[in-house]
């Protein structure tokens, strides 16, 4: 059972991390693209054991880079 703590610790989590689906849903890319752009370090990961979870700040702002991006080097 989950105390309103834990509810409260999952809020801020979510709110500041997302999974590798909800990143690569979020940018309405493929999962190839997504890997490349992490393995180029455009997009930082984070580790935790054997959770891996990337910022959400980050992934928004790359979201609104999108459109730019796309326009000077074509679809990533």
Known sequence: MMTQNHEEQLKVL???FLSTQE???YLG???QCF???VARGKIQKIR???AVLYYADEIT???REQ???RQKY???
Request: glycine share 8%.
């Open 23 to 25: 990143a690569i849903d």
């Open 74 to 76: 074509g679809r990533f």
């Open 61 to 63: 702002e790359r979201k």
């Open 14 to 16: 979510n709110s500041l």
């Open 29 to 31: 890319v493929s999962k």
């Open 67 to 69: 459109p730019w991006l």
């Open 35 to 37: 890997h490349s752009l």
């Open 48 to 50: 935790k054991g054997s």
